[in-house]
């Protein structure tokens, strides 16, 4: 059902929710046998800016039997529009209800949308538990780097993709419509999808818990039902699918740009870091490729600004080539490049100079910790002289202002590690005074502190997080530390770190608890105007669910972990060796170093850095 101008006229962006942008396609219903409408549990400005949403849509609408639509969560003004006249939620394409759609699928990247999720499977007249779901129901599937640990949302969730979803979301497509031409019951379908590689099917799993909250057991049901769910990789980027065209918003979004990966995982080990190990091993794509998509890009939006997106950007290896090439013709047609994840130890003054040769903006270190002892104990591998030499180089180049990304709340901190990062912020400012050939002005440091989240498949994935008031004390301790107007002084709030935290390394009986935030109407959890600590709180204590255990507790290293049963490649002995190093304030060698023997090369994967997968060196 369309919605009607008359609501259109009474919410705040219209443009969220009309369609008809530029590049926006939809094929007759007639002529498929297949329809997928795509979820983003979050508003349009975000989901319209998700690269791996934009790549798995194209992937499906290339499949001759299969069309892929596009919906995202509706602001609270349009949600109660959508109520007080009993409209569904529809998809933008077509406006068809997504209880009409086949197949449901969310790209769930961020712990606090699971409440925004399951309202929009009410709001799309879907029962929102997997077991109330009929013969009548889409499947609801889900994905993204929350699906490594399914479990708090695996009852609401039909499927998971597990890794990256270029290739099996194609397959699921392909033994849905297989099933459905056959009619195949839903319990027939979901046990055919079970094996297909990477899919976990929550309801073909039994959990017992021991009597403290554990977990006692976690298994298959069936003999042919897997008992690991192995990731899923592309391991050529070069051959792997990818987009040509790109929608075009009327409005604004977080990323108006092209995004371009480089390539996926990361060289380095940082002990914190998860996507580092979600996206091993490492694989890039060749400079040839990305100028390749680039300029078909380019050409097909109009926009002036692409984004070559990695963990690690400054480790690409032929980044000099890479620039090089993309500068040819991105500089007469004046279309900046960003590199947003630069190290400080591998920047240069060529780079800088390449990449701002358009337009400038501020520069962005991320030291994490205030001491090189903690940067030791977190694997970062950069040192102080590093970043004073980087700072030096943007000085020189014009620049006066830094942003620094810190973490606080990590496994071994002291106060003298919290001293440590005002210090190293004035210590920079210092530096611009010192350099000879610095630009006038007054420089300026931003210090943005987020807090410390223990994440599945990390060295520091049974650690505890430090308690509220602990991080609350340490957010202030830092503030009072810093006595230069020239710093800025941000910090995450420590609630919503707790809230993540909580669910982070949850276990299927956090379900309960997200069924009921959902009830008190809690959602959109990522908007400081609609978080509420206070209302989660009273979800935990009317569920009985005590958060300390889930964010607090430091877990046994024998103890059964709720993702224990995904095999990401990397391995948990090398997790296990990783965290006593860290212990020992060692570090560990980088990809391009040697192998740390992560064992993500089990996966395979082409022109990569691993060097026992070693085509590259």
């Not at 101008?5 to 009309?18: A, D, N, Q, W």
């Not at 007639?30 to 798995?56: H, K, Q």
Request: aromatic share 10%; proline share 5%.
């Amino acid at each position: 059902m369309k919605i009607p101008e008359s609501i259109l006229r009474k919410v705040e962006k219209p443009g969220r929710y009309t369609g008809g942008e530029w590049g926006r396609e939809c094929k007759p219903k007639d002529s498929v046998s297949t329809r997928v409408v795509f979820c983003f549990p979050d508003i349009y400005e975000i989901g319209m800016s998700n690269l791996g949403v934009r790549i798995l849509r194209d992937v499906l609408n290339k499949l001759d039997f299969c069309s892929c639509e596009a919906c995202f969560s509706p602001w609270p003004d349009m949600e109660e529009q959508l109520r007080t006249h009993n409209i569904p939620l529809c998809s933008i394409e077509s406006s068809d209800p997504l209880n009409e759609f086949d197949m449901v699928a969310f790209s769930i990247q961020y712990e606090l949308c699971y409440t925004t999720m399951v309202n929009m499977l009410e709001l799309g007249n879907i029962p929102i538990c997997a077991q109330d779901r009929t013969e009548n129901d889409p499947i609801v599937i889900a994905g993204g780097p929350c699906a490594f640990n399914p479990e708090p949302v695996a009852e609401f969730v039909d499927a998971f993709l597990i890794g990256e979803g270029e290739y099996e979301i194609a397959e699921v497509a392909e033994c849905f419509d297989d099933c459905k031409k056959r009619g195949c019951t839903r319990e027939q379908t979901l046990r055919e999808l079970s094996h297909i590689k990477g899919l976990y099917i929550p309801s073909l799993y039994d959990v017992e818990y021991n009597e403290d909250g554990t977990i006692k057991s976690f298994g298959p049901k069936y003999d042919d039902v897997p008992k690991t769910v192995v990731k899923r990789i592309v391991e050529d980027m070069d051959e792997g699918p990818y987009p040509e065209t790109q929608i075009v918003p009327f409005i604004d979004t977080v990323q108006g740009r092209i995004t371009l990966e480089t390539g996926r995982g990361c060289i380095r080990a940082c002990r914190f870091c998860q996507a580092a190990q979600l996206f091993r091993p490492v694989r890039e794509k060749s400079p040839d490729t990305i100028v390749k998509q680039a300029k078909a890009l380019a050409d097909y939006t109009g926009y002036d600004e692409i984004t070559l997106s990695s963990l690690s950007i400054s480790d690409y290896s032929k980044i000099r080539e890479l620039t090089d090439k993309m500068l040819e013709w991105t500089d007469p047609r004046k279309i900046s490049i960003n590199l947003p994840s630069l190290r400080a130890d591998s920047f240069t003054r060529e780079l800088m100079d390449k990449v701002y040769s358009v337009r400038s903006s501020t520069l962005t270190f991320a030291p994490e910790a205030g001491t090189q002892r903690l940067r030791d104990v977190i694997n970062k591998n950069i040192e102080e002289k590093d970043i004073f030499q980087a700072c030096r180089i943007a000085y020189e180049g014009g620049k006066r202002q830094v942003k620094l990304y810190f973490m606080e709340g990590l496994p071994t901190e002291t106060y003298e590690d919290l001293d440590g990062m005002a210090d190293l912020a004035q210590r920079i400012i210092d530096e611009f005074y010192k350099t000879e050939n610095r630009p006038k002005g007054t420089p300026q440091v931003t210090m943005s502190v987020a807090c410390f989240v223990p994440k599945p498949f990390t060295a520091f994935q049974w650690e505890a997080q430090d308690s509220l008031e602990t991080l609350k004390k340490k957010q202030l301790y830092v503030r009072d530390k810093i006595t230069s107007k020239k710093i800025i002084y941000h910090y995450h709030s420590a609630e919503v770190s707790r809230i993540e935290a909580i669910f982070a390394r949850g276990d299927r009986k956090l379900s309960k608890a997200i069924l009921k935030a959902h009830e008190k109407g809690i959602r959109l959890d990522g908007w400081t105007e609609y978080f509420d600590y206070d209302l989660w709180c009273e979800v935990f204590k009317e569920t009985g669910i005590d958060p300390d255990f889930y964010a607090c507790r430091v877990r046994d290293e024998n103890e059964i972990l709720p993702w224990d049963f995904i095999d990401i490649g990397s391995s948990k002995r090398y997790f296990l060796r990783e965290k006593k190093l860290a212990y020992m304030n060692k570090t560990t060698q980088s990809c391009a170093e040697g192998c740390a023997g992560c064992e993500a090369n089990s996966l395979g994967g082409k022109n990569t850095w691993c060097p026992n997968l070693n085509q590259k060196k």
